[in-house]
């Protein structure tokens, strides 16, 4: 269906879904699997559509379609997580090791980890489980998934300039790990001339080559 890019309010007799083409990047991003992303979208709609008396026509639709994703999202994961524990009962009787707990039990990720997975090494990946709910968000959506600071403001329901703090401190806090793995794949040889953290031991890290150290040499 076409999307309505600047609806403020949804016309049900139209058959448009406002913001469509918006959401389902984002979504896509979020969950990684086009399945999984139209049943995101038709939740996220179906509950609009419920809920839209709740909803004051003229303000931001777009941040209210948003942050129902997000929330759809988030506590989809955590649903899952809640779930028994599922057996693939034909792997079982194919010879599978029924004693395995790994066979027992399918645990899903947090969708924090979940989109954590593969993008970077296990230093930065435990730096960033580490940061408040707020900052790993806003690394996350920036940073790992590459959103601009515009559709992580619409995402989480609040201004840009809250995002591009929160997206600092939450840098600041990882930045050590981020030195270090910078310097461990070579996409650093010296240190930055400035830090955000001004508490970094460069030389732990560098071994003494700093930038200023470098260009004195």
Do not use: C
Request: no cysteine.
């Amino acid at each position: 269906m076409a999307s309505t890019e600047t609806a403020s309010s949804w016309d049900f007799s139209s058959g448009t879904l406002p913001y469509y083409d918006q959401l389902y990047k984002t979504a896509l991003r979020m969950t990684r699997s086009v399945q999984d992303t139209e049943d995101l979208l038709q939740e996220t709609y179906l509950k609009a559509y419920r809920y839209y008396a709740g909803f004051e026509e003229g303000t931001n639709l777009k941040a209210w379609l948003f942050r129902i994703m997000k929330n759809n999202f988030i506590n989809g994961y955590r649903k899952r997580r809640l779930e028994p524990p599922r057996v693939d009962f034909d792997d079982l009787r194919d010879g599978a090791d029924a004693n395995a707990p790994e066979a027992m039990v399918a645990v899903e990720a947090d969708p924090e980890e979940r989109l954590l997975e593969g993008e970077v090494d296990g230093d930065v990946a435990r730096a960033i489980e580490a940061l408040p709910h707020d900052y790993k968000m806003a690394v996350l959506l920036v940073d790992i998934q590459g959103h601009s600071y515009q559709e992580v403001a619409d995402l989480l329901a609040v201004p840009v300039g809250t995002v591009m703090s929160r997206l600092y401190r939450g840098r600041a806090k990882i930045e050590r790990a981020l030195l270090a793995y910078g310097k461990r794949y070579h996409y650093l040889t010296k240190a930055p001339a400035k830090l955000r953290d001004a508490s970094i031991d460069v030389e732990a890290v560098f071994g003494g080559v700093g930038e200023q150290g470098a260009s004195a040499g």
